[in-house]
């Protein structure tokens, strides 16, 4: 019996050991990927830029210049604390509370992986016993199985299936035009066969095939999004190779844990909160309730876009950060696209949101010299309750 229970206590060590690499590695990960895209985004922590900021309060003060770049270079080193120095908290405390006054200054730094990473790090960085190891991984599953989810859920619509969908795959059909009409199809099954492969991950019977699939989107979105491909928005490639490793340290094991622990603890006050802002919260974006970025909603067809249009007079006192993205379209019309404008300046897209591009408006209205020179027209596509096409006049900011 002695033997016995000596051999099941060292399997006990063996495992609780296994676990803790695991959720260093993954805290690793995560720490690696945000350091990536914090410094291919630089221009939005510290510029220069001419992309406004958009506080979360107007009363907010502005953080830029040597204070930006104090606190961004505080960012890296409280990383590399956090990797030398595992099981300590506070260098993960500190590196999330930078982030949130970086944050609370400008909302267009509310970036989907941005969001991720962050609730990722407080969940498996702020851990402190190995009980506590395995509810932080458990609680990094529910949510990467709800952002599949979600994801696909947002892509039940015609916009992604018809337009948005087909453009992601245009490195394809340019080398195979004859199928693009059956590869183009494929945009009408993609949202359900992603849905699908987020619930199989929950499951032990199906969770190897889902692993693969999920993996397999990423290598996808990777060939189509990378520079053999469209060569746009870099700023994902580190998030969907990051995911893919995520998927592999979360799910590859298929019989340690069962969907009740994933969806189901009344004991981690961290679980409540989980499923508040990855099952709750995402499923009020379809009413246009919260926030599309906040709810897996990128490159599904289902967000707000906007562009501002200028006369010529409104142009001429547009400041010259701006100029270079304004396009002259027609006698007397210059569109601004904020798409195009986020993207060039900052190396992210615009965070999505009416009252976000009533911020830049007002921004660049504050610039003209006659201030009836300018229109925003916006566009809120969601599930349900999408609205169309709206315009506002500085007046109306």
Same mark, same amino acid.
């Given at each position: 019996? !002695?033997?016995?229970?000596?051999?099941?206590?060292?399997?006990?060590?063996?495992?609780?050991?296994?676990?803790?690499?695991?959720?260093?590695?993954?805290?690793?990960?995560?720490?690696?990927?945000?350091?990536?895209?914090?410094?291919?985004?630089?221009?939005?922590?510290?510029?220069?830029?001419?992309?406004?900021?958009?506080?979360?309060?107007?009363?907010?003060?502005?953080?830029?210049?040597?204070?930006?770049?104090?606190?961004?270079?505080?960012?890296?080193?409280?990383?590399?604390?956090?990797?030398?120095?595992?099981?300590?908290?506070?260098?993960?405390?500190?590196?999330?509370?930078?982030?949130?006054?970086?944050?609370?200054?400008?909302?267009?730094?509310?970036?989907?992986?941005?969001?991720?990473?962050?609730?990722?790090?407080?969940?498996?960085?702020?851990?402190?016993?190995?009980?506590?190891?395995?509810?932080?991984?458990?609680?990094?599953?529910?949510?990467?199985?709800?952002?599949?989810?979600?994801?696909?859920?947002?892509?039940?619509?015609?916009?992604?299936?018809?337009?948005?969908?087909?453009?992601?795959?245009?490195?394809?059909?340019?080398?195979?035009?004859?199928?693009?009409?059956?590869?183009?199809?494929?945009?009408?099954?993609?949202?359900?066969?992603?849905?699908?492969?987020?619930?199989?991950?929950?499951?032990?019977?199906?969770?190897?095939?889902?692993?693969?699939?999920?993996? !397999?989107?990423?290598?996808?979105?990777?060939?189509?999004?990378?520079?053999?491909?469209?060569?746009?928005?870099?700023?994902?490639?580190?998030?969907?190779?990051?995911?893919?490793?995520?998927?592999?340290?979360?799910?590859?094991?298929?019989?340690?844990?069962?969907?009740?622990?994933?969806?189901?603890?009344?004991?981690?006050?961290?679980?409540?909160?989980?499923?508040?802002?990855?099952?709750?919260?995402?499923?009020?974006?379809?009413?246009?309730?919260?926030?599309?970025?906040?709810?897996?909603?990128?490159?599904?067809?289902?967000?707000?876009?906007?562009?501002?249009?200028?006369?010529?007079?409104?142009?001429?006192?547009?400041?010259?950060?701006?100029?270079?993205?304004?396009?002259?379209?027609?006698?007397?019309?210059?569109?601004?696209?904020?798409?195009?404008?986020?993207?060039?300046?900052?190396?992210?897209?615009?965070?999505?949101?009416?009252?976000?591009?009533?911020?830049?408006?007002?921004?660049?209205?504050?610039?003209?010299?006659?201030?009836?020179?300018?229109?925003?027209?916006?566009?809120?596509?969601?599930?349900?309750?999408?609205?169309?096409?709206?315009?506002?006049?500085?007046?109306?900011?």
């Amino acid at each position: 019996m !002695g033997r016995v229970g000596t051999w099941k206590q060292d399997d006990a060590e063996d495992r609780d050991a296994a676990l803790r690499r695991r959720l260093f590695v993954l805290r690793l990960t995560i720490l690696v990927a945000f350091g990536t895209g914090l410094l291919m985004s630089s221009a939005l922590w510290i510029g220069p830029r001419s992309y406004p900021q958009a506080p979360v309060w107007t009363l907010l003060p502005p953080i830029q210049g040597v204070v930006a770049t104090v606190l961004y270079g505080g960012l890296f080193a409280l990383a590399g604390l956090a990797v030398v120095f595992p099981r300590a908290r506070w260098p993960i405390a500190g590196f999330l509370a930078i982030l949130i006054a970086f944050c609370l200054a400008d909302q267009t730094r509310w970036q989907p992986w941005v969001f991720q990473y962050s609730f990722l790090l407080a969940v498996v960085g702020l851990s402190t016993a190995p009980v506590d190891d395995l509810r932080a991984l458990n609680l990094a599953r529910l949510v990467i199985v709800f952002t599949y989810v979600f994801s696909g859920l947002q892509k039940i619509n015609l916009n992604f299936m018809e337009h948005e969908f087909p453009w992601i795959i245009t490195p394809m059909t340019s080398l195979l035009p004859a199928m693009t009409t059956p590869l183009d199809a494929l945009g009408f099954l993609v949202p359900f066969v992603q849905v699908v492969f987020g619930i199989g991950l929950l499951t032990r019977r199906f969770r190897r095939v889902s692993l693969a699939a999920a993996v !397999g989107m990423h290598v996808f979105i990777l060939a189509m999004f990378g520079p053999l491909g469209l060569n746009w928005n870099d700023i994902v490639w580190p998030w969907t190779a990051a995911m893919a490793v995520f998927d592999v340290l979360l799910f590859s094991s298929s019989g340690d844990f069962s969907w009740r622990d994933i969806v189901w603890d009344v004991q981690d006050l961290r679980h409540g909160a989980a499923v508040a802002l990855f099952v709750v919260m995402p499923a009020l974006s379809f009413f246009n309730l919260w926030d599309s970025y906040l709810s897996s909603a990128l490159y599904s067809g289902n967000l707000t876009e906007a562009q501002i249009y200028l006369s010529d007079l409104g142009a001429a006192s547009t400041p010259g950060g701006i100029r270079p993205y304004l396009v002259h379209t027609s006698e007397n019309t210059n569109v601004l696209n904020l798409q195009r404008w986020a993207v060039g300046d900052l190396n992210v897209t615009p965070y999505a949101e009416t009252r976000v591009f009533k911020d830049i408006a007002r921004n660049v209205c504050d610039h003209l010299r006659d201030r009836d020179q300018l229109v925003l027209v916006v566009k809120e596509q969601r599930m349900f309750f999408s609205r169309p096409e709206t315009g506002f006049r500085c007046s109306q900011l």
